[in-house]
Nanobody, 126 residues
């Protein structure tokens, strides 16, 4: 599975962006699909996860209520809609897939995600 993340850019605080994650060589079926981010000088952290089997979602506390993960099965895409962006959301965002388990309960555990996209930069200005 190859993943391609896109949609990053420069936005003012309070603005919105929608990131996309496209899969090739496979489909988002029976996977856990997650978004992670890595800010300069910081460790990569989990942002959100979608269980492709039942559609359930998980979010990191700081983005709950502002970010929404969703999918378009017809296009084999997963989205991360980001609203009310804050300066602290500035980071490179990555999508990743765990092809073994669709469960999102431990989506913060990076080693379970075998496939990663290349990252897309989100910069939020004040």
């Amino acid at each position: 599975v190859q993943l391609q993340a896109s949609g990053g850019g420069l936005v003012q605080a309070g603005g919105s962006l929608r990131l996309s994650c496209a899969a090739s060589g496979g489909t988002f079926s029976n996977y856990a699909i997650s978004w992670f981010r890595q800010a300069p000088g910081k460790e990569r952290e989990a942002v959100s996860c979608l269980n492709s089997r039942d559609g359930s979602t998980n979010y990191e506390d700081s983005v709950t209520g502002r970010f929404t993960i969703s999918r378009d099965n017809t296009k084999n895409l997963v989205y991360l809609q980001m609203n009310d962006l804050k300066v602290e959301d500035t980071a490179v965002y990555f999508c990743a897939v765990d092809p073994i388990s669709p469960w999102c309960g431990n989506f913060y555990y990076l080693p379970r995600f075998n496939y990663w996209g290349q990252g897309t930069l989100v910069t939020v200005s004040s």
